[in-house]
């Protein structure tokens, strides 16, 4: 199988027809002459300052509750750091991203997967889980077109997680890199923007709306929690990459974030249809919510299909896949993540044929 023949729906990346090369390679030339110095220069540990502060605009917040990271897995892993000792207690989604899994298993945090629905996190669930006596750190939750599953928490249920939160004494973790990314629906005020108790600690990225290979995230959270969590920043790595960080600020500044923004999701969003029409005609006994904005697709099958079985029958045809197991403690034996992000229009069909083939097989 030649790596031309390979469709993948294992990466959340874009591909590369989507990526605004050409307004990168100007907003380089653009940083580096208006700024030389600040640009090539060590920083500071809480990022680049133009940048840091056009971040903080966006989220109607003050520039010291924004921390500029290389990444926002860094900037997960910096709050885990900071937040959660070994034997906490820590909430996550029930399915949930792979490695904030792997990183809190890594601390000792006791892991408590919540269940989630077609609507989001259950905070009905949830709300048994604290009323029987546990008392979490943390909880992390990505509300708009989750990773792995697709869905988005709706705005009642961000009401009742804020409410929750400031009862029982939790940090509600806003994991939120795919927010800009919405090809359905209105768009839902963050918990961010919605907290008045000072209950949330919010992360995103340029990943997924400008590319993968600026590695710029961020932080936003109260002015103490920021700059205590600058001092581990400092000592690690002095400054994050000043470069990327003030390439992605002139790219923001002058526009192009906004028409990066609506190419990735027009496309995106013609990619996501045609992945649900293709699953329909061709694996009719799998389950979905077809998601309305993001780059994941979660499917259920029958349990006479697992998943274990299934992704290596799959490789063998040249689809590459993700196992739902990956994103559970315990579970997922009958689902996959697909990210339609990387996979033009034109090969998503292919892939799903091969993907039925596939379960044939397992199957049969």
């Not at 790596?3 to 027809?17: K, N, T, V, W, Y």
């Not at 909430?91 to 991203?97: A, D, N, S």
């Not at 009401?159 to 939160?165: C, K, N, P």
């Not at 993700?322 to 034996?333: A, H, I, L, T, Y």
Request: net charge negative.
């Amino acid at each position: 199988m030649t790596a031309e023949q390979l469709i993948s729906f294992a990466r959340g990346a874009p591909s590369l027809d989507i990526v605004d090369v050409e307004g990168l390679k100007a907003a380089a030339v653009r940083a580096f002459d208006a700024d030389p110095a600040g640009v090539t220069a060590y920083g500071t540990s809480v990022g680049y300052p133009p940048l840091r502060k056009w971040i903080a605009e966006k989220h109607g917040v003050e520039a010291d509750q924004v921390l500029v990271t290389n990444g926002s897995l860094q900037a997960d892993a910096f709050l885990f750091d900071h937040l959660v000792r070994r034997g906490d207690a820590v909430v996550v989604e029930r399915p949930t991203y792979d490695r904030t899994l792997l990183n809190l298993q890594r601390m000792g945090g006791e892991i408590h997967g919540v269940g989630i629905e077609p609507d989001g996190l259950d905070t009905a669930e949830l709300r048994k889980l604290l009323e029987s006596g546990v008392r979490p750190r943390l909880a992390h939750v990505i509300p708009n077109y989750q990773n792995p599953a697709g869905v988005t928490l709706s705005l009642d249920k961000r009401r009742e997680l804020l409410d929750l939160a400031a009862e029982y004494g939790f940090t509600i973790f806003e994991d939120d890199p795919y927010a800009d990314i919405r090809f359905r629906g209105e768009p839902l005020p963050s918990m961010l923007s919605m907290d008045t108790r000072g209950v949330v600690v919010h992360a995103s990225s340029f990943t997924k709306t400008v590319c993968p290979g600026v590695r710029v995230g961020y932080l936003v959270g109260p002015a103490s929690l920021i700059a205590d969590i600058a001092k581990s920043a400092t000592s690690l790595y002095i400054s994050p990459g000043m470069v990327a960080q003030a390439i992605v600020h002139q790219f923001c500044v002058s526009g192009d974030i906004q028409r990066s923004i609506a190419t990735v999701s027009s496309a995106l969003g013609e990619r996501a249809g045609v992945l649900a029409e293709s699953l329909r005609r061709h694996l009719p006994e799998v389950t979905f919510v077809e998601p309305d904005g993001g780059y994941f697709l979660w499917v259920e099958f029958p349990d006479d299909v697992d998943v274990d079985r299934l992704a290596p029958a799959a490789a063998e045809r040249g689809v590459a896949v993700v196992k739902g197991s990956d994103f559970m403690v315990d579970g997922g034996r009958h689902a996959l993540r697909l990210a339609f992000s990387a996979v033009t229009a034109d090969r998503i069909d292919e892939g799903v044929r091969r993907l039925s083939e596939a379960v044939a097989a397992v199957r049969g």
